[in-house]
């Protein structure tokens, strides 16, 4: 089978490959693993991620994406190149059209740099398009409309908040922090409150499986395993639900004032519409248990999580670069 077209959301935590008619195919994360001998690619994705914090001296496991820009240039065409590959193969006849979707404060320079690599890596001709807009799109919303709709997209590195009416962005704006940030805010608690030091993977872990953004009266618990600061040895210690909660309060706090700035800035005829239909989460941090009730209750606006939050953006991306006509006044223009 031809593959001609691709979506791609490439984030700053997961990659996600899109193709029309047949869904998400790919959905591995943005990390490379390197030799530092010969600069060689070793692994991408799963593979490198398994090597996060456990490499030797020789291997540098990162993630080449930061806060939702292309930080290592030649290791996200590289990595680019690895999931065109992986999605249309490697001997293809045809070099496949790819939409990408980009955070909402990317500038023109960043953009340029994500088309180049898609562009080196193999793609026919590559397209971006803004992240809340393709998530608005895979959550299955008519952004043509003249009607408001509220996109905030939680990701790893960004969170972007956009209010969207007749295809295009009205509102918007773009803070760099989002899921990674919390999961640093999380080792950084841990360290002080229980003198343990945990790598990114274990916070990672702890937030995903009793994380939540409002304090609960029935809590979980988990069992956190890491190196003692004082004596260096391993040492194993209990986090609670609560305890994520405070941790991660200041980058939540963050998000809010985003969410309100975009609030205040929407004409009134469509602040009307966002009361009506409620603000609409995508993006992988969207499930952190009870960050819609957070939103809820620091605006005054309802908030509802999508189906399958972590995957609207990259569907987005896809039915955009199926749909290019009636989406192109929704794409950003590469200078």
């Not at 709709?149 to 969170?159: F, H, S």
């Not at 809010?256 to 004409?267: F, K, S």
């Amino acid at each position: 089978m031809f593959v001609k077209r691709l979506g791609i959301d490439l984030g700053t935590a997961n990659t996600l490959v899109f193709i029309p008619k047949r869904g998400i195919i790919i959905n591995e994360p943005t990390v490379v693993a390197i030799s530092i001998n010969d600069n060689r690619i070793l692994a991408v994705g799963q593979e490198a991620k398994e090597m996060l914090g456990r490499t030797p001296d020789t291997i540098i496991a990162n993630r080449p994406m930061k806060d939702g820009v292309i930080a290592d240039y030649r290791v996200t065409e590289a990595m680019l190149r690895y999931f065109i590959n992986k999605a249309a193969g490697s001997v293809r006849i045809f070099r496949p059209e790819v939409m990408i979707s980009v955070p909402g404060g990317i500038t023109s320079t960043e953009r340029r740099a994500v088309v180049d690599a898609a562009r080196s890596a193999g793609a026919k001709e590559a397209y971006v398009i803004k992240e809340t807009v393709a998530a608005a799109i895979g959550a299955g919303i008519d952004i043509s409309t003249a009607s408001g709709n509220m996109i905030i997209d939680l990701g790893g590195g960004t969170t972007d908040v956009s209010v969207i009416s007749l295809g295009g962005i009205v509102t918007s704006t773009s803070v760099r922090v989002a899921g990674n940030k919390m999961d640093t805010a999380l080792i950084d608690y841990i360290r002080k409150k229980h003198g343990l030091a945990v790598g990114y993977q274990t916070a990672e872990e702890v937030k995903i499986r009793i994380g939540s953004a409002i304090p609960v009266d029935k809590e979980d618990k988990i069992e956190v395993r890491g190196r003692d600061i004082v004596q260096g040895l391993p040492r194993t210690i209990t986090v609670t639900t609560n305890e994520v909660v405070e941790a991660v309060q200041e980058q939540l706090r963050e998000i809010i004032v985003a969410v309100r700035l975009v609030l205040q800035e929407t004409p009134p005829e469509l602040s009307s519409d966002i009361i009506d239909k409620g603000m609409v989460l995508t993006g992988g941090t969207a499930l952190l248990r009870n960050i819609d009730k957070f939103l809820s209750q620091a605006t005054g606006v309802p908030a509802y999580v999508a189906d399958d939050p972590s995957l609207c953006v990259a569907k987005g991306t896809g039915i955009a670069l199926e749909n290019l006509d009636s989406y192109k006044l929704s794409m950003l223009a590469v200078k």
